[in-house]
């Protein structure tokens, strides 16, 4: 039964990858830039994996290569429902209805959105997201966790630009 004993070990492993660690989590800001596109879900879960990596040497290999596929992907969504699918029962989250999170977990993710226009490298602009790592509802915006008050004010300087960007627009359209 040595595959049931591998993919037992494997579970829990995964298990152990996601599990809380009560730790802060980093703000993206605090990536080196040469990681387009990855979410602050997608670095969570790369962390917990390097953290399973060490609590569980032999599985060291299988738990590289699931990472090595969500950093391959940048942000892959679909890469990382599918190893939280492996380890967590399909309850919806009790705390937040916009919470995508599944099973028992402590720390909150809504879906994530971007603008519908990436950049010329394909990086997603704008992202923006829900989160409660335990501290209460923050949007992540600009990399940063902005409460809704503070990501209000962000919005409002936002769109201040996109008017600024407009008038640039207008003198290109007008100027000669
Ligand atoms: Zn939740």
Same mark, same amino acid.
């Given at each position: ?65 699931? &990472? =090595? ?8 969504? #679909?890469?990382? @429902?599918? +190893?939280? $699918? !492996? ?61 809704? &008050? =503070? ?8 769109? #201040?630009?996109? @008017?600024? +960007?407009? $008038? !640039? ?8």
């Amino acid at each position: 039964m040595k595959t049931a004993t591998t993919q037992t070990n494997i579970a829990s492993a995964l298990a152990a990858a996601t599990a809380p660690t009560g730790k802060v989590h980093p703000l993206l800001a605090d990536l080196p830039p040469a990681i387009p596109g990855l979410t602050a879900r997608a670095v969570h879960v790369l962390e917990q994996i390097e953290q399973a990596k060490k609590d569980n040497p032999e599985i060291s290999d299988f738990l590289g290569l699931v &990472a =090595e596929e969500i950093r391959k992907a940048g942000d892959s969504p #679909a890469v990382i @429902d599918n +190893v939280l $699918a !492996l380890i967590s029962p399909k309850t919806a989250c009790t705390e937040y209805g916009w919470c995508v999170e599944t099973g028992e977990h402590f720390e909150h993710f809504s879906k994530y959105t971007a603008a519908p226009n990436p950049d010329a490298y394909g990086r997603d602009v704008i992202c923006v997201g829900l989160i409660d790592f335990g501290e209460g509802v923050r949007v992540g915006l600009l990399d940063l966790d902005l409460t809704p &008050a =503070e990501a209000r004010v962000r919005l409002a300087e936002l769109r #201040a630009h996109l @008017d600024a +960007v407009e $008038a !640039l627009v207008a003198v290109a359209e007008t100027d000669r």
